[in-house]
């Protein structure tokens, strides 16, 4: 076990550095679970807004407009003055800005023309108020259509407003309909532990991958099997640590929320299943690399990049069906399909079992892909310099 | 002066591989991010989310406006929505458990709909039976009060429109993903933080062979600090321009009309990594692997609480403890670029740059002071 035992003294060494990254990447998940939390990453309810309208026009269509919207948001008044509203946009004090312009009646309603509206880039809340101006304003031109005068069918409009369709929901989630704050925790942990372990390893790697190393291990009577399994075996336990930590550090901020889930098993099997993936991927990362410098270009283009397309920031919902096609030859998008099946659903028929267990088989399989490319590499490598 | 900067610009640009991995990085990136949200409508948005399944169960079909909503879901039915009018309730209750499909409309006096969560599924279409609702209230008054304008108002009604355009303060139109390319490129200029911290391994003599050796020349500090930096600059500096270039031009994502300003900010973007990563490497004595790995807390973590990852991010920091977007380098690059891109304001631009500017000085004197005087044991 003299590799295995090499590789722990190495780590040891590099010790201080491991911690690091678990502080660097348990701290960005621990901050966006607290700053951010489930409800706020993405919302799908409309929520109440600080809006401003600006009214260059004054008109009844206008006045309308504004009445409505302040149905559903808080108008907040500020002088039509642009480094004002410059001020207020940029202190967050008001969200979204709709200009209505001189003549408007006639520019919308006739004219086809827009309303230009500025928004606060981030969170999804403004795409509501587009919606409510779409609804207003094309309903002002079917009742104007209809024979309504303007300031009627505006006010019509606004007495129509009130009324909310009649959805039932049945919580399928078992948490009010609602995805849970620990499933938005394992939503984005193939973040962190690809994170942790490319970095952490790939310089316990880089030590090992030393020409002369690597020459002094090459001529020693071990083979080259059993010298990988030593490799693997050391892999596994550092894999097997991060993820206790991982699970830990859910366990946590979540107490008694996670460990009273009934699917809290399916949510370890899953992350541990992405575990073994993270390791075949820094096997791999950590293959082709040479020098120090490298890691951490490689490491975040591959990280931050698959968490972009397979959901792990923006949830998969959100994303279009073209990104969805190309994740499908990803590993993690298999981990975030699995999390959704169980975060969406308080109990698992047979057919999503079955969906559940092929998600895991296929993320294995992505393992074992990684890692044979890994080891095809190394040896063609080993008998290129030899 | 001339020769140690022709000399260290060589020396830097034959490292092959890093100089690839410091440009490939930040322009694989932005276009990941272009395919997984960039260009709006293409990639996210109505036209290709996937098709959202209803089950239809006709609970009461005598009443007029259930026959109205019963046409309306027929005609509604298309590319977006795929609607299932063959189940029992018992049957489509388990579809919908299943998640086999989205939700359940029950058609009857007062239309109603059946969800299991929250979610954009069920938002969409929550969404179709309230507009149905509002369009059919709408139809209904006409209907009463004047029946003869019927015919143009459901022309109108068959044609709706969008009405409204996202647009800067200043006028022009916006994308609505821009501000996940500013929070790139901003830390794209912070990752000259790694250059910076690689650069300073070679003016320390303990570090490495060629420290030793530039720490033995007569040459003032100072000179051998401004020669890296400037070089450094240089080099992060146009490897920020081509990553511009790549996202307005290949990926066709505007970055606003005022180039010189944009310059402008792409530079002291520059400077500020470069000087972070020359500061940061000369005042502390770690191992490369070590200070690599604070480098990456130092650019990413940043990066992190500008938006990079989750774009909401800095708006619940500036409501919460506004400083930290003050102070932060990636935080004030990404406001440097909203000013530039969406708010059109010159004046807090011009602030944001000052602070930029104060940071990289501050960084630039830590750098120099780390390395000046410095004296090494005779062993």
New interface residues.
């Given amino acids: 076990m003299i590799v295995f035992k090499g590789f722990l003294t190495i780590t040891k060494r ?1 010790l ?2 491991v911690f ?2 678990i502080v ?1 990447f348990l ?2 998940s621990i ?2 679970q607290k ?2 939390g489930p409800q ?2 993405v919302s ?2 409309p929520e109440s807004l600080n809006i401003t309208v600006i009214d260059r026009d004054g008109g009844e269509l206008a006045k309308g407009l504004a009445s409505y919207l302040a149905s559903y948001h808080t108008i907040k008044d500020i002088p039509d003055d ?2 004002i ?3 207020r ?4 004090e008001v969200y979204y ?2 200009t209505i312009p001189e003549n408007f009646e006639e520019k ?1 309603l006739k004219n ?1 023309e ?10 999804s809340s403004g795409f509501y108020v ?2 409510q ?3 207003f ?3 002002v ?8 005068s303007v300031k009627d069918a505006a006010a ?2 606004i007495k ?1 407003a009130g ?1 909310i ?9 078992g948490h009010g ?3 849970p704050g620990h499933a938005f925790m394992y939503q984005y942990m193939p ?1 962190i532990i690809i994170s942790i372990l490319c ?1 952490t390893l790939s ?1 316990i790697m ?1 030590e090992f991958n030393r020409p002369d190393v690597k020459k002094r291990m090459q001529c020693s009577a071990l083979s080259a099997r059993t010298l990988n399994l030593q490799l693997f075996l050391g892999y596994a336990v550092i894999g097997l640590v991060i993820w206790f930590i991982c699970a830990l550090m859910a366990a946590i901020v979540y107490g008694k929320e996670l460990l009273t889930d009934p699917h809290l098993p399916y949510y370890l099997i899953n992350s541990f299943v992405l575990t073994i993936v993270a390791l075949a991927i820094s096997f791999f990362v950590s293959s082709f690399l ?9 490491v ?2 591959l990280t ?2 698959m ?3 397979c959901g792990v ?2 949830s998969l ?7 969805r096609t ?1 994740a499908h030859f990803l590993p993690v998008y298999w981990y975030e399909v699995n999390n959704n ?1 169980i975060a ?2 308080r109990t698992l ?1 047979s ?2 079992m079955t969906e559940l267990c092929q998600g895991l088989i296929i993320q294995l399989l992505f393992a074992a892909a990684l890692l044979g490319t890994a080891l095809v590499f190394r040896r063609n490598q080993a008998q290129s310099e030899g | 002066m001339f020769f140690l900067f022709k000399y260290r610009f060589l020396q830097t640009i034959r490292e092959v591989s890093v100089m690839f991995w410091a440009l490939a990085f930040p322009v694989i990136l932005g276009t990941l991010f272009y395919f997984s949200f960039g260009s709006g409508i293409e990639s996210t948005g109505e036209e290709t989310w996937d098709t959202v399944k209803a089950a239809v169960i006709e609970e009461d079909d005598s009443s007029e406006n259930a026959e109205a909503f019963h046409t309306f879901l027929k005609e509604a039915s298309g590319k977006l929505l795929k609607l299932r009018w063959d189940a029992t309730e018992a049957e489509a209750l388990e579809m919908l458990d299943d998640g086999k499909i989205t939700g359940i409309y029950y058609v009857k006096d007062t239309p109603s709909l059946t969800v299991g969560k929250n979610g954009l599924g069920e938002s969409i279409l929550t969404g179709i039976l309230d507009s149905y609702n509002q369009n059919f209230a709408l139809i209904q008054e006409i209907a009463s009060t004047h029946p003869e304008q019927l015919p143009q108002a459901f022309e109108a009604l068959n044609d709706y429109r969008q009405t409204t355009r996202e647009e800067t303060l200043g006028g022009q139109t916006l994308d609505p993903n821009v501000q996940y390319f500013f929070a790139l490129i901003a830390y794209a200029c912070l990752s000259g933080a790694f250059l910076g911290v690689r650069a300073s391994f070679d003016t320390q003599a303990d570090l490495s062979p060629l420290g030793a050796r530039r720490s033995v020349t007569p040459t003032h500090k100072l000179k051998l600090v401004i020669t890296d930096m400037t070089v450094l600059v240089l080099i992060h500096f146009i490897n920020i321009l081509i990553l511009n270039v790549y996202i307005s031009q290949v990926l066709g994502i505007s970055l606003g009309d005022d180039l010189p300003s944009l310059i402008l900010v792409d530079f002291m973007g520059s400077v500020i990594g470069v000087c972070m990563g020359l500061a940061f490497g000369s005042i502390s004595k770690m191992s490369l692997s070590m200070k690599m790995g604070l480098s990456v807390a130092l650019t990413l973590v940043p990066g992190f609480l500008a938006g990079l990852m989750f774009g909401n991010m800095k708006n619940l920091i500036e409501l919460h403890c506004p400083v930290i977007n003050r102070l932060n380098p990636a935080a004030v690059l990404s406001d440097a670029f909203y000013c530039l891109g969406i708010y059109n304001d010159m004046e807090r631009f011009t602030r944001c740059l000052l602070i930029l500017g104060a940071m990289s000085i501050l960084l630039f004197i830590t750098a120099f002071l780390g390395v000046r005087r410095e004296s090494y044991d005779s062993i």
């Fill in positions: 590099n201080h550095m690091l990254y660097i701290t960005i901050a966006t700053l951010l706020n990453s799908f309810k642009k480094s509203l410059q001020d946009l940029f202190y967050r800005i709709a919308c086809k827009t309303l230009p509206v500025t928004k606060i880039p981030g969170g587009d919606q101006i779409d609804t304003l094309n309903g031109r079917i009742l104007n259509a209809g024979g309504f019509q409009i129509n009324e369709p009649d959805v039932t929901l049945i919580d399928k989630t309909g609602d995805i973040y970095y310089y880089l040479k020098s120090d410098e490298l890691v951490s270009a490689v975040n283009v931050l990049g968490s972009f397309l920031f923006v919902e959100i994303l279009g069906k073209g990104v190309v099946l969406g659903n028929s057919s999503q």
